[in-house]
C-alpha cells in the first residue's frame, strides 16, 4: 500500500530577521556532494555522502519553551540507529536515528559533522580532506506514526535526503500560478 507524504518548503531569507551584528557569531552551512572523477570518458557525476550506522548526528529544531522561536535553535545529539541505505519496512524513505526529541522537533535539519562516510553503494566514501562543513543527511519527521517499539527505544525517523531532494526537483506551486 503507497503512503502519501506532503512536504512543505520555506525560504528561510524571506523572513529571517537580519542580525547584522550577530553574524559574525552564528555560522551557515552548505549541504556537500561527493565527487568522482570521470572514468573511460564518461562524464563526472555526484553523489551524496550518507553518514553510517551508529554515526553521531545532530537534530536542530525549535522545541516549545527551550528555544527562541524562528532564530537559534536547539541541538539534540543522537546516532544513526538504521541502515541508511534501506528504507523503513522496503517502503518508506526514512532511516531511523536513537535521539529522546520532543514535540517541536519535526522538520528539522538532521546533520553529520564527520569525515567517515558511506556512498549510495555502502562502501567508505572519505570527505575531502580540506572539508569542513556539515553533511546534510535528512530532516527529522518525528515520532507520530511510530509504534509503540519505536516510541519506547527513543527511535525517531529521518526523511532520507535522496527523497526530499527528488521531491522538491518536482515542486509545485499551490496555489496554482
Known sequence: MAQQVDIGVICLNDWMPNYEEEKSRIASFKAAVLYHPPKDGKSDYWE??????????FILGFPPRLALPGTLAIWKRGSVASEPLVNIAGQMPIFFVDSATRHGMSGSPVLHFGKALINSRG????A??????????????????SSPEEQEMSLG???HRRHLLSSCSRRHAYPDE
Open 48 to 57: 551524496y555522502g550518507y553518514a553510517p550506522v551508529g554515526a553521531e548526528v
Open 123 to 126: 562502501l567508505p566514501a572519505p
Open 128 to 145: 575531502p580532506q580540506a572539508f569542513v562543513e556539515p553533511w546534510l543527511v535528512g530532516v527529522y519527521a518525528g515520532r507520530r506514526g
Open 157 to 159: 525517523r529521518v526523511w
